[in-house]
């Protein structure tokens, strides 16, 4: 079965130092893989995703991951935490079966960030 | 704005009464999915529908139902009232059937049990 293993739940970076958020995935099929990110109150938001094409995948607000076939891995990495980038972030993989296909998320991962 | 509405945002009910959240997708869109999300459980697909017929059940309750309109709206069901269903339930949407693009979530309905 399809599933994301994010490793730490609480993530503390100071503000301008590198944020890695770790994700590892099982599937016996190519993935398709995603990351979203969710505000305090808020719902999720789509950060980026990886659908077989390049490896490395940029998305919004710095942010980018890349997809290790090796590893099992797509890590959400961004160069300079911001204070604003506080939140949880989630990785989710996509899950096919007859009738449809949905995501299945990860745990989470809280990322605080210090002045 | 992400184009998926929840409404209600808050909702506050006594144990063993019933409530419905509705939820409309983004324009385009076909499939509506449910999720629960807690700090216990996280985030738990409940249920999707497409285009008005249901595709996949996830971790749903018997106490719980679900149906999308014509007009492709959603409204989930939630019964007999447990103080462990209080939660953050989410919809999203996405303009197919197999989500290979990810989904947009609307902004929740949050419900206690009293």
């Known amino acids: 079965a399809q599933s994301v293993t994010q490793l730490g739940s609480h993530v503390s970076v100071s503000e301008g130092a590198l944020v890695l958020l770790r994700c590892n995935y099982s599937?016996?099929?190519?993935?398709?893989l995603f990351w979203y990110v969710q505000y305090p109150n808020q719902g999720l938001q789509l950060l980026l995703k990886?659908?077989?094409?390049?490896?490395l995948v940029k998305g919004i607000n710095g942010f980018e991951a890349e997809f290790k076939k090796s590893e099992t891995s797509f890590h959400l990495t961004k160069p300079s935490a911001h204070m604003s980038d506080a939140a949880e972030y989630f990785c989710?993989?996509?899950?096919?079966?007859?009738?449809?296909?949905?995501?299945?998320f990860g745990q989470g991962t809280e990322l605080s960030v210090k002045p | 704005d992400s184009g998926v509405t929840q409404t209600p945002k808050h909702l506050i009910t006594a144990t063993g009464q019933r409530v419905t959240l509705r939820c409309s997708p983004r324009?385009?869109?076909?499939?509506v999915y449910w999720y629960q999300q807690s700090l216990d459980q996280g985030l738990q697909f409940l249920i999707q529908?497409?285009?008005?017929?249901?595709?996949a059940k996830g971790n749903i309750l018997e106490r719980f139902s679900a149906q999308q309109f014509p007009d492709l709206h959603s409204e989930l069901n939630l019964s007999s009232l447990e103080l462990g269903d209080s939660a953050l339930y989410f919809c999203?949407?996405?303009?197919?059937?197999?989500?290979?693009?990810?989904?947009?979530f609307g902004s929740g309905t949050r419900l206690t049990v009293v």
């Open positions: 999203a949407s996405s303009p197919g059937f197999s989500a290979n693009y990810g989904y947009t």
């Open positions: 599937s016996s099929v190519p993935p398709y």
């Open positions: 990886y659908t077989s094409a390049a490896t």
């Open positions: 989710a993989v996509q899950v096919i079966y007859n009738q449809g296909g949905k995501l299945i």
């Open positions: 324009s385009g869109d076909l499939s």
């Open positions: 529908y497409y285009n008005g017929e249901e595709r």
